[in-house]
């Protein structure tokens, strides 16, 4: 299988970030299909638009910024092997980033990471909440489903801009800080940056369905939905985070059938490397 092109060590003991692939959709609702192409098709394309050859020699286009990291690509794994295989990263104190999938994924990651690590901050990045109550284990109820594993006064949502009425209950209920990409707009990104860093606690988790971007960022998403964050302040306020430093992060929801030539499996890509790059950098 081909690997990301973020991998530079075949050593999973040697390794500080350990990527994972998990193609699988069986728990979305969505009209568009496809999100279980989105493992393989993400590290295809990091291989062909960031990998550049000159005099027969194989050079990477890192990002600007940040120190490189030792990377490990398990390659893919299934739904069932969640908690083991994350258990085994976990104990191994390194960071996980996986790509899905469907959403309902970080479900089952963020309780398996919750056993060693306890009650975490978590960051969802998403054009929805994932909030419904009356329904669960699908991913539209990812963080009704993991309330008992996540600290909700140091956790928050980014990027929300369409909701269930059980949705926007649910987060008054509980008081779940939400951005939307208009605060981001009003107050600008540096100062909604240092009300999110501020609000996390120590074990952050981040989760990023690529829907939260606008869809001429990110077109081939299962469930698009207009004005969103651009992909530049998005990407500030990650890079800003994995300075802070993390558990892990997850990529979820590409849907490359639906994808225009590529754009948001290269943009995955991306924003792996960057978080890569930046993690740990303060």
């Given at each position: 299988?081909?690997?990301?092109?973020?991998?530079?060590?075949?050593?999973?003991?040697?390794?500080?970030?350990?990527?994972?692939?998990?193609?699988?959709?069986?728990?979305?609702?969505?009209?568009?299909?496809?999100?279980?192409?989105?493992?393989?098709?993400?590290?295809?394309?990091?291989?062909?638009?960031?990998?550049?050859?000159?005099?027969?020699?194989?050079?990477?286009?890192?990002?600007?910024?940040?120190?490189?990291?030792?990377?490990?690509?398990?390659?893919?794994?299934?739904?069932?092997?969640?908690?083991?295989?994350?258990?085994?990263?976990?104990?191994?104190?390194?960071?996980?980033?996986?790509?899905?999938?469907?959403?309902?994924?970080?479900?089952?990651?963020?309780?398996?990471?919750?056993?060693?690590?306890?009650?975490?901050?978590?960051?969802?990045?998403?054009?929805?909440?994932?909030?419904?109550?009356?329904?669960?284990?699908?991913?539209?109820?990812?963080?009704?489903?993991?309330?008992?594993?996540?600290?909700?006064?140091?956790?928050?949502?980014?990027?929300?801009?369409?909701?269930?009425?059980?949705?926007?209950?649910?987060?008054?209920?509980?008081?779940?800080?939400?951005?939307?990409?208009?605060?981001?707009?009003?107050?600008?990104?540096?100062?909604?940056?240092?009300?999110?860093?501020?609000?996390?606690?120590?074990?952050?988790?981040?989760?990023?369905?690529?829907?939260?971007?606008?869809?001429?960022?990110?077109?081939?998403?299962?469930?698009?939905?207009?004005?969103?964050?651009?992909?530049?302040?998005?990407?500030?306020?990650?890079?800003?985070?994995?300075?802070?430093?993390?558990?892990?992060?997850?990529?979820?929801?590409?849907?490359?059938?639906?994808?225009?030539?590529?754009?948001?499996?290269?943009?995955?890509?991306?924003?792996?490397?960057?978080?890569l790059y930046s993690s740990g950098e303060t």
């Amino acid at each position: 299988m081909e690997k990301i092109c973020w991998a530079n060590t075949e050593d999973f003991e040697q390794s500080e970030f350990v990527v994972v692939g998990i193609p699988d959709e069986s728990q979305s609702h969505a009209l568009r299909k496809g999100t279980e192409e989105a493992p393989s098709k993400i590290r295809q394309i990091s291989n062909l638009r960031d990998l550049y050859e000159r005099d027969g020699q194989i050079s990477l286009g890192r990002p600007f910024e940040g120190t490189e990291k030792k990377v490990h690509d398990l390659g893919n794994i299934n739904r069932p092997q969640i908690e083991n295989i994350y258990d085994k990263i976990s104990a191994s104190s390194k960071i996980p980033i996986s790509i899905g999938g469907d959403h309902s994924i970080t479900r089952q990651i963020i309780n398996a990471l919750a056993k060693r690590h306890g009650k975490i901050s978590l960051v969802y990045f998403d054009a929805h909440p994932d909030f419904v109550s009356s329904t669960t284990n699908y991913y539209g109820s990812v963080v009704n489903d993991v309330l008992p594993n996540i600290e909700i006064k140091s956790s928050v949502q980014i990027g929300i801009r369409n909701l269930e009425q059980e949705e926007l209950d649910n987060i008054e209920k509980y008081h779940l800080e939400v951005i939307t990409p208009f605060d981001i707009r009003e107050q600008g990104i540096r100062q909604i940056t240092n009300c999110v860093l501020n609000r996390l606690g120590e074990k952050v988790y981040v989760s990023f369905d690529m829907d939260c971007l606008d869809p001429a960022y990110a077109p081939g998403v299962s469930v698009p939905v207009p004005m969103g964050l651009n992909s530049t302040d998005a990407v500030y306020l990650l890079k800003e985070i994995a300075k802070k430093g993390i558990i892990g992060m997850d990529v979820m929801e590409v849907c490359p059938s639906f994808d225009v030539k590529d754009r948001t499996s290269h943009l995955a890509s991306r924003i792996i490397s960057e978080v890569l790059y930046s993690s740990g950098e303060t």
